[in-house]
């Protein structure tokens, strides 16, 4: 990583953790939320993001300020209400462009991420497996199985929500 620029920038923005979520409807909406932004990302600038994981999904908050971390249920609200917060998708810093023709070289930044969350055909190529395949390159498909593999983590290891 010694060749890598790492850059942080600071944002008007505030998010927490994707898993201090106050109910299911709140966490799935915030993950579709981070697919969109995904997408969106790979459709109009041409880059993934490479590093899907707890760490780098977020929802985004007003203030930095318990009542919106953690806030309390109106009262006046149905039983079909839950918050909505909009997510944030964070660490673009192992992205990779395609905006030219993407490269299928095999180098270490193909396989950053998050091991966990990772896709099983870039860990078989990591690991030399041969039903793997040939080297093909980091794709969309591998960001889209790494958001299954985090909501499948989160969904089996948590207690319920916040």
């Known amino acids: 990583l010694e060749d890598h620029l790492h850059l942080r920038a600071a944002f008007t923005e505030c998010g927490i953790s994707i898993t201090w979520f106050s109910c299911a409807r709140e966490f799935f909406n915030t993950m579709m939320g981070a697919v969109v932004g995904h997408f969106n990302g790979y459709v109009h600038w041409k ?9 780098n999904v977020w929802m985004q908050i007003p203030k930095p300020e318990l009542e919106f971390i953690v806030p309390d249920w109106p ?5 079909g209400w839950c918050p909505k917060q909009m997510d944030l998708l964070g660490d673009w810093g192992y992205g990779e ?4 023709n993407p490269s299928v070289q095999r180098d270490n930044l193909s396989f950053q991420g ?3 969350f990772q896709a099983m055909q870039l860990m078989a190529w990591e690991g030399g497996l041969h039903w793997a395949g040939p080297f093909m390159g980091h794709t969309i498909q591998h960001d889209l199985e790494a958001v299954v593999w985090l909501m499948w983590m989160l969904c089996i290891n948590l207690n319920g929500p916040f």
Not at 97 to 100: A, M, R
């Open 47 to 55: 880059v993934l993001q490479c590093n899907i994981s707890d760490t």
């Open 97 to 100: 462009d395609f905006s030219s």
């Open 114 to 116: 998050t091991f966990p």
């Open 75 to 79: 009262n006046d609200k149905g039983p």
